[in-house]
């Protein structure tokens, strides 16, 4: 489905959904996030390659996933894109080698997440668009999905995308609030096109829909 292109409104970016992030802060310069040695391939190589975001880590008291998964958000909140990538490998790989089955569906997100806020865009709408496949109850990636589309003025497909996400919850206020973001967007292409066409009041409109926007 063809974007529109070329408005002149500059909208503020749209929400993505993020985990909550660790108030553990983070030391600067640990020697961090290093693959799990081979003989520390279960839970202590994970911690050790954690330990940069919460320096007294007990080693002895496993994390729970959802623990790991904050960590993880609080690196990609610090715009740290590349060790969050690296501490969710070290997590596939010690899944892995303590032979966890099924696919750890937060880990995937946030790798989504992280991809995108390294300016990874289209890695990230691919594993947005495998986990609207595979998990398509979830709102989340749907809201993820069309923020991306956004960016890239393709906003057909995000409106769409948007669609799915309130159909899988439709009590998802943020996709709600990002549907509107879209429908102005839209409402404002079309404006300027009618006006180009010599269509009254088309341009005050899309005047209108474009302070809005910028607001």
């Given at each position: 489905?063809?974007?529109?292109?070329?408005?002149?409104?500059q909208?503020h970016p749209?929400?993505?959904?993020?985990p909550a992030s660790?108030?553990?802060?983070p030391?600067?310069?640990?020697?961090?996030?290093?693959?799990?040695r081979?003989?520390?391939?279960?839970w202590?190589?994970l911690?050790?390659?954690?330990?940069?975001?919460?320096?007294s880590v007990?080693?002895?008291?496993p994390?729970?996933?959802?623990?790991?998964?904050k960590?993880?958000?609080?690196l990609?909140?610090?715009g740290r894109h590349?060790?969050?990538?690296q501490?969710i490998e070290n997590r596939?790989?010690?899944r892995?080698?303590?032979?966890?089955t099924?696919?750890?569906?937060?880990?995937?997100f946030?790798?989504?997440?992280?991809?995108s806020?390294?300016g990874?865009h289209?890695?990230a709408?691919r594993?947005?668009?495998?986990m609207?496949?595979?998990?398509?109850?979830?709102?989340e990636?749907?809201?993820n999905l069309?923020?991306e589309?956004?960016?890239?003025?393709?906003l057909?497909?995000?409106?769409?995308?948007?669609?799915?996400?309130?159909?899988?919850?439709?009590?998802y206020?943020l996709?709600r609030n990002n549907m509107g973001?879209?429908q102005?967007m839209l409402?404002?292409?079309a404006?300027r096109?009618?006006?180009?066409?010599?269509?009254?009041k088309a341009a005050?409109r899309?005047?209108?829909t474009?302070?809005i926007l910028?607001q």
């Open positions: 489905m063809a974007g529109t292109q070329g408005a002149t409104a909208p749209p929400a993505q959904v993020a660790s108030s553990s802060a030391r600067v310069n640990d020697p961090l996030l290093e693959a799990p081979e003989e520390e391939r279960g202590k190589g911690a050790r390659a954690l330990d940069v975001l919460a320096p007990d080693t002895s008291v994390l729970s996933a959802g623990e790991i998964s960590r993880i958000s609080s990609i909140a610090q590349d060790d969050a990538l501490a596939l790989k010690q892995e080698s303590n032979g966890e099924g696919t750890d569906v937060q880990l995937l946030l790798k989504a997440r992280a991809l806020a390294a990874r289209n890695e709408i594993i947005y668009q495998d609207t496949t595979y998990y398509p109850e979830l709102p990636p749907w809201n069309a923020a589309y956004i960016a890239q003025d393709k057909d497909m995000a409106l769409e995308a948007l669609k799915m996400a309130l159909t899988a919850d439709p009590s206020a996709a973001e879209v102005l409402a404002n292409d404006y096109k009618a006006a180009s066409e010599g269509v009254q005050q899309a005047q209108q474009g302070r910028q």
